[in-house]
C-alpha cells in the first residue's frame, strides 16, 4: 500500500543479454492495481535501454532492459499511484531460447519508499520455538513435548489443535499426539505442553511439531523439527569463548583459592547423574597435579551472585583429592566420588575450595579458559597466600565447563533394572471417534514380531509391524485405513501382537 501520492521503489541490478540493436532477452519492472488481473509496465528514470523484439514472445513490443549493464547499477522507478492505493509489483524476463550462454538478470538490495507494510493475515498460527527436549534425553525418563506457538495473525483463534510426532530409527512412528488451544489472540505467544512421553530405547529420534488451523493461510510457519539422541551417557559443553585467566576456577598463583558458580537449568537442559567435570585450561607449562581440591555441588533457584561470605548450607561434597593437570592445554577432567543427580529444574550451582598449595608464578600457572556472562553476575571467587578466603568477589568471567551426566537414577537406585515383558496395553479411549487408533506394548526381549489389525470376519486389514525389534516400549498409530488406503468402515476391529512365543489380542471400536 502506498503511503504517499509518490512512492518510489529503488533496486541494484547487473544484466548481460543477447544482442545490443535486436533485444531478443530482457526484462522490465510491472505494476497491477488489482490484485494481479492486469500488468503493467512501469518505466525508470532514464528509461530502458530498448524494445523486445518479436521472437521474445513473452515481452514482443514492449520496452526492456537488453544488452548488458557492465556491472551493478541502480534503478528507481517513481510508481504512477496516488496514497491509500494497493499495488503489486513484478520482474518479467523473456527471451526467445536461442541462446543461454549469457549470464541474465541479478536483481539485489530492493527498497520501497512511501510503502506501507501489508496488514498482517486474519488467520495465521504457527510455531514459534521447541521448548524441550533438547538435543539429549535420557532413556527410560519422561519426556514432555514442548514447543512455543503464536499467533501471527489479525484475529483470535480458538479450538486448534498442536501436534507432535516422534519418529525413531528406521522410520518406526514412536509417539504421536495432540492438544487443543483453547484460545490465543492476535500476537499472543503460548507455551504448549503435549502428554508425557518415555523413550526405552536408545536411538537417534525425529521430532516433529506442527500447528492444524483451519484455513491457515500461511502454512509455511506451521512446522518445526529437531533431532534428540536418546542416550544413556552424553557430555554438555558450557561456554565457547576462548578467553583465559589463572583465577578460576582453581588459582595456582595463590596458596589457596575459593571459587563459586552457577549454571543454568536451559544450558544444561537434561537430568541425570552428572558423574565428570572438566575444565579447560588454555596453557601454563607446568604440570603438577592441583592439591587439596574439594568440589560441592547444589540445586539452586538463583540466577546470579553478589559479593559475600559463601555458605556450605545445602551444598553436597562431590569430589575430594587433587585435580589432573598434565596436559599444557586442553579438557582436564575429573571423576566425581559421589555423583550428583541433577534434576533440570534448577539451576547448578558449584563451589570449589583449593586448599593449601604452595603457589607457582603466573609465567606456568594454569590459564582457564572462560565466557563473560555481562551482564548478568554468575560467578564469584577470591584468592590468598594467608588463608582460605571465605568472602567471594563477583566477576562475569565464568569459566567453560564439560559435564558428563549418565542415566537418570538416585544413587541408591544405580543398580536396580525393572526388566521389560512383552505385552499388548488396551487402547484409551475406546470407542474411537477421531480415526487415529494409539497402539501402545512392549517387547521384553529382541525378537520377531508382528502387529496387525483384522476386522470381524478375520480378515487382515492392515500390517503394522513385522520385523525384529529391540526389547522395549512401543507407541504405534493406525490412521483408520487398509493396505489400499482406504478409510475402514465403522465397526469392530481386533489387532494382534505376535511374537515366536506369544500372542495377545484385544478388541477397538471404530465411530464416526
Same mark, same amino acid.
Given at each position: 500500500?502506498?503511503?504517499?501520492?509518490?512512492?518510489?521503489?529503488?533496486?541494484?541490478?547487473?544484466?548481460?543479454?543477447?544482442?545490443?540493436?535486436?533485444?531478443?532477452?530482457?526484462?522490465? &519492472? !510491472? *505494476?497491477?492495481?488489482?490484485? $494481479?488481473?492486469?500488468?503493467?509496465?512501469? #518505466?525508470?528514470?532514464?528509461?530502458?535501454? @530498448? /524494445? %523486445?523484439?518479436?521472437?521474445?514472445?513473452?515481452?514482443?513490443?514492449?520496452?526492456?532492459?537488453?544488452?548488458?549493464?557492465?556491472?551493478?547499477?541502480?534503478?528507481?522507478?517513481?510508481?504512477?499511484?496516488?496514497?491509500?492505493?494497493?499495488?503489486?509489483?513484478?520482474?518479467?524476463?523473456?527471451?526467445?531460447?536461442?541462446?543461454?550462454?549469457?549470464?541474465?538478470?541479478?536483481?539485489?538490495?530492493?527498497?520501497?519508499?512511501?510503502?506501507?507494510?501489508?496488514?498482517?493475515?486474519?488467520?495465521?498460527?504457527?510455531?514459534?520455538?521447541?521448548?524441550?527436549?533438547?538435543?539429549?534425553?535420557?532413556?527410560?525418563?519422561?519426556?514432555?513435548?514442548? &514447543? !512455543? *506457538?503464536?499467533?501471527?495473525? $489479525?484475529?483470535?483463534?480458538?479450538?486448534? #489443535?498442536?501436534?507432535?510426532?516422534?519418529? @525413531? /530409527? %528406521?522410520?518406526?512412528?514412536?509417539?504421536?499426539?495432540?492438544?487443543?488451544?483453547?484460545?490465543?489472540?492476535?500476537?499472543?505467544?503460548?507455551?504448549?505442553?503435549?502428554?508425557?512421553?518415555?523413550?526405552?530405547?536408545?536411538?537417534?529420534?525425529?521430532?516433529?511439531?506442527?500447528?492444524?488451523?483451519?484455513?491457515?493461510?500461511?502454512?509455511?510457519?506451521?512446522?518445526?523439527?529437531?533431532?534428540?539422541?536418546?542416550?544413556?551417557?552424553?557430555?554438555?559443553?558450557?561456554?565457547?569463548?576462548?578467553?583465559?585467566?589463572?583465577?578460576?576456577?582453581?588459582?595456582?598463583?595463590?596458596?589457596?583459592?575459593?571459587?563459586?558458580?552457577?549454571?543454568?537449568?536451559?544450558?544444561?537442559?537434561?537430568? $541425570?547423574?552428572?558423574?565428570?567435570?572438566?575444565?579447560?585450561?588454555?596453557?601454563?607449562?607446568?604440570?603438577?597435579?592441583?592439591?587439596?581440591?574439594?568440589?560441592?555441588?547444589?540445586?539452586?533457584?538463583?540466577?546470579?551472585?553478589?559479593?559475600?561470605?559463601?555458605?556450605?548450607?545445602?551444598?553436597?561434597?562431590?569430589?575430594?583429592?587433587?585435580?589432573?593437570?598434565?596436559?599444557?592445554?586442553?579438557?582436564?577432567?575429573?571423576?566425581?566420588?559421589?555423583?550428583?543427580?541433577?534434576?533440570?529444574?534448577?539451576?547448578?550451582?558449584?563451589?570449589?575450595?583449593?586448599?593449601?598449595?604452595?603457589?607457582?608464578?603466573?609465567?606456568?600457572?594454569?590459564?582457564?579458559?572462560?565466557?563473560?556472562?555481562?551482564?548478568?553476575?554468575?560467578?564469584?571467587?577470591?584468592?590468598?597466600?594467608?588463608?582460605?578466603?571465605?568472602?567471594?568477589?563477583?566477576?562475569?568471567?565464568?569459566?567453560?565447563?564439560?559435564?558428563?551426566?549418565?542415566?537418570?537414577?538416585?544413587?541408591?537406585?544405580?543398580?536396580?533394572?525393572?526388566?521389560?515383558?512383552?505385552?499388548?496395553?488396551?487402547?484409551?479411549?475406546?470407542?474411537?471417534?477421531?480415526?487415529?487408533?494409539?497402539?501402545?506394548?512392549?517387547?521384553?526381549?529382541?525378537?520377531?514380531?508382528?502387529?496387525?489389525?483384522?476386522?470381524?470376519?478375520?480378515?487382515?486389514?492392515?500390517?503394522?509391524?513385522?520385523?525384529?525389534?529391540?526389547?522395549?516400549?512401543?507407541?504405534?498409530?493406525?490412521?483408520?485405513?487398509?493396505?489400499?488406503?482406504?478409510?475402514?468402515?465403522?465397526?469392530?476391529?481386533?489387532?494382534?501382537?505376535?511374537?515366536?512365543?506369544?500372542?495377545?489380542?484385544?478388541?477397538?471400536?471404530?465411530?464416526?
Amino acid at each position: 500500500t502506498a503511503t504517499c501520492d509518490t512512492p518510489q521503489l529503488k533496486f541494484w541490478h547487473w544484466y548481460s543479454f543477447e544482442g545490443t540493436t535486436t533485444l531478443y532477452d530482457g526484462g522490465n &519492472v !510491472k *505494476i497491477s492495481t488489482n490484485n $494481479g488481473q492486469t500488468w503493467t509496465v512501469i #518505466s525508470p528514470v532514464g528509461g530502458y535501454t @530498448g /524494445t %523486445a523484439a518479436s521472437g521474445n514472445t513473452a515481452l514482443a513490443g514492449q520496452p526492456i532492459y537488453g544488452g548488458s549493464s557492465n556491472g551493478w547499477v541502480q534503478a528507481i522507478f517513481n510508481l504512477p499511484i496516488t496514497a491509500g492505493t494497493r499495488f503489486f509489483l513484478r520482474w518479467h524476463f523473456g527471451t526467445d531460447g536461442s541462446v543461454n550462454n549469457y549470464p541474465g538478470w541479478y536483481i539485489d538490495d530492493v527498497t520501497g519508499i512511501g510503502f506501507a507494510a501489508l496488514p498482517p493475515p486474519d488467520n495465521d498460527i504457527g510455531i514459534d520455538a521447541i521448548l524441550s527436549p533438547g538435543p539429549n534425553h535420557m532413556p527410560n525418563t519422561p519426556m514432555i513435548p514442548k &514447543v !512455543k *506457538i503464536k499467533n501471527y495473525g $489479525g484475529l483470535s483463534q480458538s479450538n486448534f #489443535s498442536v501436534i507432535c510426532s516422534i519418529v @525413531g /530409527t %528406521a522410520g518406526v512412528l514412536r509417539y504421536l499426539d495432540s492438544v487443543i488451544v483453547p484460545s490465543i489472540t492476535s500476537g499472543e505467544t503460548l507455551h504448549i505442553s503435549l502428554p508425557s512421553w518415555t523413550p526405552t530405547i536408545q536411538e537417534v529420534c525425529t521430532l516433529r511439531f506442527r500447528t492444524k488451523l483451519p484455513n491457515d493461510q500461511v502454512p509455511g510457519n506451521d512446522r518445526m523439527t529437531r533431532i534428540t539422541d536418546i542416550s544413556p551417557t552424553f557430555q554438555i559443553v558450557i561456554g565457547t569463548a576462548t578467553t583465559n585467566s589463572y583465577s578460576g576456577p582453581m588459582n595456582r598463583f595463590y596458596n589457596y583459592s575459593t571459587h563459586e558458580v552457577i549454571y543454568l537449568q536451559p544450558e544444561i537442559g537434561i537430568a $541425570g547423574n552428572i558423574t565428570r567435570v572438566s575444565y579447560y585450561k588454555d596453557h601454563g607449562t607446568n604440570l603438577d597435579p592441583i592439591e587439596n581440591v574439594t568440589i560441592y555441588m547444589k540445586h539452586t533457584t538463583d540466577a546470579s551472585l553478589t559479593s559475600g561470605t559463601y555458605s556450605l548450607t545445602g551444598y553436597r561434597q562431590v569430589y575430594s583429592g587433587s585435580f589432573p593437570n598434565d596436559l599444557q592445554s586442553g579438557w582436564l577432567e575429573v571423576q566425581l566420588d559421589t555423583p550428583f543427580v541433577y534434576n533440570n529444574t534448577q539451576n547448578l550451582q558449584i563451589l570449589i575450595i583449593k586448599g593449601y598449595q604452595p603457589y607457582i608464578s603466573t609465567t606456568v600457572c594454569p590459564y582457564w579458559q572462560y565466557t563473560t556472562t555481562s551482564p548478568t553476575y554468575l560467578t564469584r571467587q577470591a584468592a590468598s597466600d594467608a588463608s582460605q578466603p571465605t568472602s567471594l568477589t563477583q566477576t562475569y568471567n565464568r569459566p567453560n565447563i564439560r559435564l558428563t551426566i549418565t542415566s537418570y537414577s538416585s544413587v541408591a537406585e544405580e543398580t536396580r533394572i525393572v526388566p521389560l515383558v512383552t505385552m499388548l496395553n488396551s487402547i484409551k479411549p475406546n470407542p474411537i471417534t477421531n480415526g487415529i487408533a494409539k497402539i501402545s506394548f512392549s517387547i521384553g526381549e529382541p525378537t520377531h514380531t508382528r502387529l496387525k489389525i483384522y476386522d470381524a470376519s478375520g480378515r487382515v486389514i492392515k500390517t503394522l509391524v513385522n520385523s525384529r525389534l529391540e526389547s522395549g516400549v512401543y507407541n504405534l498409530i493406525w490412521d483408520g485405513r487398509d493396505e489400499s488406503n482406504r478409510k475402514v468402515a465403522e465397526g469392530i476391529y481386533f489387532y494382534t501382537l505376535e511374537t515366536p512365543n506369544q500372542k495377545f489380542t484385544k478388541k477397538m471400536v471404530f465411530t464416526r
